[in-house]
């Protein structure tokens, strides 16, 4: 699986976008980006994953580069309960998940 | 939907006991879990993928006999810490995939071991 790098830390203010940067520059085609996040002392949650292009559900959006060396999750209107360790994967299709040590979001009131 | 439990949440044990843990989907058939392993301030590391009805695949490093892994049906696997030592202290957490051709992963919500 491709590795990827994100910055160990950001915050935001309450009720702003959080903009989460990842960058996979190995990334192979037939691998996926995948963010979770955890929650301190508790299970990963899975938050969304893309192959090529944008997504989004109810919990974020997902944009992808063209050329698919990076990736931005974005949470759009933080709150409290955002604060967690979010992690970007690449991985193909029905692969293990190999956690980085992801990026500590702070949201502030 | 698609939740995943553990039982226990928190264990103490003393040394050279075992200790069993439970990782159960609650509303659908995994057929693949996944086992790992996290300590103070590290990020999770695999343990071992478990298919339904077959021999459970460690990764490097992980000592399968130490770490006994049962995924006897759809909706249940088991990890059994033999011959526990303080070092094996930890939060354990499972994850199971809803099937092939999914790709999200659903994670229980962890088992503190605590190994006196």
């Known amino acids: 699986d491709a590795k990827t790098t994100q910055p160990p830390s950001m915050d935001c203010a309450e009720g702003r976008a959080a903009n989460l940067p990842c960058n996979h520059s190995?990334?192979?085609?037939?691998?996926?980006v995948y963010w979770y996040r955890q929650i301190h002392s508790q299970g990963p949650q899975y938050i969304i994953h893309?192959?090529?292009n944008n997504e989004t559900n109810e919990m974020a959006s997902l944009i992808i580069t063209e050329d698919r060396k990076s990736s931005t999750l974005i949470l759009p209107h933080a709150t409290l309960r955002d604060t967690a360790v979010y992690y970007c994967?690449?991985?193909?299709?029905?692969?293990?998940?190999?956690f980085g040590k992801g990026i500590t979001l702070s949201v502030r009131p | 939907g698609a939740v995943v439990s553990q039982h226990p949440s928190w264990v103490i044990c003393k040394s050279g006991t075992s200790v069993k843990i439970e990782c159960r989907s609650l509303?659908?058939?995994?057929?693949?879990m996944f086992w790992y392993r996290q300590f103070p301030k590290q990020s999770l590391m695999l343990m071992a993928t478990?298919?339904?009805?077959?021999?459970?695949?460690?990764e490097q490093g992980v000592e399968k006999d130490k770490f006994l892994i049962n995924h006897a049906s759809l909706t249940l696997s088991t990890l059994t810490v033999t011959s526990a030592h303080p070092e094996d202290s930890s939060f354990y957490i499972c994850?199971?995939?809803?099937?092939?051709?999914?790709?999200?992963?659903?994670f229980g919500p962890g088992t503190r071991l605590t190994v006196t």
């Open positions: 994850s199971a995939r809803v099937g092939l051709g999914t790709y999200e992963q659903y």
């Open positions: 190995t990334i192979s085609g037939n691998e996926y």
């Open positions: 893309g192959l090529k």
């Open positions: 994967i690449a991985a193909g299709a029905n692969s293990k998940l190999t």
């Open positions: 509303d659908f058939q995994a057929t693949t």
């Open positions: 478990s298919n339904e009805g077959s021999k459970a695949t460690y």
